[in-house]
């Protein structure tokens, strides 16, 4: 198995920047694609951006394509998402997760099955 923390969630303004980290322990690190998902209160967790491990492609999904980079250092055990030009509607508990599998890509939200206890993220107008 593999234990996941965020960090790097808090208040920022529209225009402003945020990092979030996710820590990974446990199982090798490097064996699992990696993603940031998030949630609104009412609305289902949606994926923002993943990392595959198998072929190192990466996936951004709208609204935030374009203003958020995900980056993955294995010698830290750890992806972060820089997030860019934050929008109040980008407010949102933000979870990182994971999935071991040998499937070419990443965009497979549904299969993570590991994940981190979230980092709320809010921007304000």
């Known amino acids: 198995q593999v234990q996941l923390v965020e960090s790097g969630g808090g208040l920022v303004q529209a225009g402003g920047s945020l990092r979030l980290s996710c820590a990974a322990s446990?199982?090798?690190?490097?064996?699992?694609?990696m993603g940031w998902f998030r949630q609104t209160p009412g609305k289902e967790r949606e994926g923002v951006s993943c990392?595959?491990?198998?072929?190192?492609?990466?996936y951004y999904t709208y609204p935030m394509k374009g203003r958020v980079t995900i980056i993955n250092d294995n010698a830290k055990n750890t992806v972060y998402l820089q997030m860019n030009n934050l929008k109040p509607e980008d407010t949102a508990v933000y979870y990182c997760?994971?999935?071991?599998?040998?499937?070419?890509?990443?965009?497979?939200?549904?299969?993570?099955?590991?994940w981190g206890q979230g980092t709320q993220v809010t921007v304000s107008s």
């Open positions: 446990g199982r090798t690190f490097n064996t699992y694609t």
């Open positions: 990392i595959s491990i198998t072929d190192g492609s990466t």
């Open positions: 997760a994971a999935v071991m599998t040998t499937v070419a890509g990443c965009a497979i939200w549904g299969l993570y099955d590991y």
